[in-house]
């Protein structure tokens, strides 16, 4: 499958996503949105494939929504279609998938990337929600997101100054998971998913899906809907095996059931 602006390779078990806009430094118009949900749902389709990668250039990750493809737009354009509801489709992937984020990640950039269920960011990132400068707000989730990762504080400050945080004081503020040099970005990030594809499938979905509960529930319904999914897990075949190599010093072998 080829897509218009985005690139898509399968390594091993982790495809490999790469937006490919680098005229508009990867900024984020109906097309692209149509090649992620494409893409994302061949990929949770995809027997063979355990984790993503989604990467943008040294430059940018993405640097926002379209402007261009915005500006003349009504409200009534606007939400008659749901803009950018869409992309409730490519939260909806079951399977887990890392944000790899070198360069800019401004507006609808960061906004795409924290969907991801985590970001490694290069060392020359660049995070922002800057739609303030130019009279709107953040519409992809930077709102509830950015606050939910880095506080209140520093999501208020960031989306009423529309100020850009670098990648050490992302790291700092907890809205990325590591920082590497910008030039080994991609292949850190493969490697990390290479790690996750070798677990268990069913655990790894599992996991995706507790940890994202904790921001939907109570944090006792939380743990509760935890304790049953790891109940769940009990009925798994990987289950056995898990624990049979684990005992007899051995690597797990998965089958997926
Ligand atoms: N939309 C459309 N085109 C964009 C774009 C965007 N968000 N960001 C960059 N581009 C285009 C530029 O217009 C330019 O195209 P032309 O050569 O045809 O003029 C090309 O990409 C290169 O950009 P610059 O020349 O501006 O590059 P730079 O290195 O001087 O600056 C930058 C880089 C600081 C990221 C700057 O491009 C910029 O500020 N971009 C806009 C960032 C922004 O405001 N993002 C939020 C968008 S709104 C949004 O995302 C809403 C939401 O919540 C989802």
Redo the contacts with the bound molecule.
Sequence with gaps: MTYETLLVEQRGAVTLMTLNRP???N??NSQVLADLIAAFAAFDADDSQRCAVLTGSE??FA????????SSQSFADMYGVNF?AGYDRVTATRKPWIAAVNG?A????C?LAMMADFIIAGDNAKFG???I??A?????G?SQRLTRAIGKAKAMEMCLTGRMMDAAEAERSGLVAKVVPAAELVDEAVKTATAIAAMAPLAALACKEMVNAAFETTLQQGVVFERRLFHGLFGTEDQKEGMAAFVEKRAGNWTGK
């Design positions: 005229q508009a430094l900024a984020l430059k940018a640097a926002g929504a379209d402007i261009k493809e915005m950018f800019f401004l507006g609808g950039g906004e929600q800057p739609e400068k130019l709107v707000t953040p519409g992809m930077g």
